[in-house]
């Protein structure tokens, strides 16, 4: 005789038919629910510009904390989006085309070169030939005074201290300064125009003094 069991029509639809554990269903929409909840509060809408500082460890090390972030690491970013097509990753420049700012007078504000000058050209950029460690270069560079004083100050700060370069990082309130008292200059500076500007020393708020 055969035992073997035979299902009768409908009994393995019923089978598949039962329902989820409740358990199981609260699960998935619990994560969904904290899955919408964070990207609501962190996504800043999705926009490509905005990023949470706060939320960034910029000393590294340690657990994250309302820090700044690093200026260099935010000015590499702009630099790269904004300026590497003319003066490359290495800040080499194009020979005969676009200077380089690696040892550059005019980002190391050395000789008759200033930091307000640095600030200046990339306010207004500039026409006409300009000479950079003595070779003279002859391509106009546009200006970025569309970018705010926090962004120029960290573009500037990046390129005084990579590639070897060692100066002195340049102050928001510094390009403010300056901006302000270029109110009546709109089109680019020439070389002779910049250097007949008197000179103006960048200098950095004294470092508060350590809590005890």
Known sequence: MNNEHHHQPGE?????????????????????????????????????????????????????????????????RLYSQNCLVCHQATGLGVAGQFPPLVGSEWVLSEGAHADNHLVLLLLNGNQGPMHVKGQAYNNAMP???????????????????????????????????????????????????LLAVPPVKNSPPAASPAVK
């Open 12 to 76: 393995q639809d019923q089978e598949n038919d039962k329902p989820l554990s409740p358990w199981l269903i609260g699960s998935f929409m619990l994560a969904l629910l904290w899955g919408g909840l964070y990207l609501g509060f962190n996504s800043g809408g999705f926009r490509q510009d905005v990023y949470d500082s706060n939320a960034v460890n910029w000393a590294g090390g340690g657990t994250a904390t309302a820090q700044a972030p690093d200026p260099k690491i935010v000015g590499k």
């Open 143 to 193: 200006q970025w005074k569309q970018l705010s004083d926090d962004q120029i100050a960290a573009i500037l700060t990046y390129i005084r201290s990579d590639w070897g370069n060692s100066a002195s990082a340049i102050d928001s309130n510094f390009v403010a300064q300056i901006r302000k008292g270029d109110g009546s200059q709109s089109d680019p500076w020439t070389e002779s125009q």
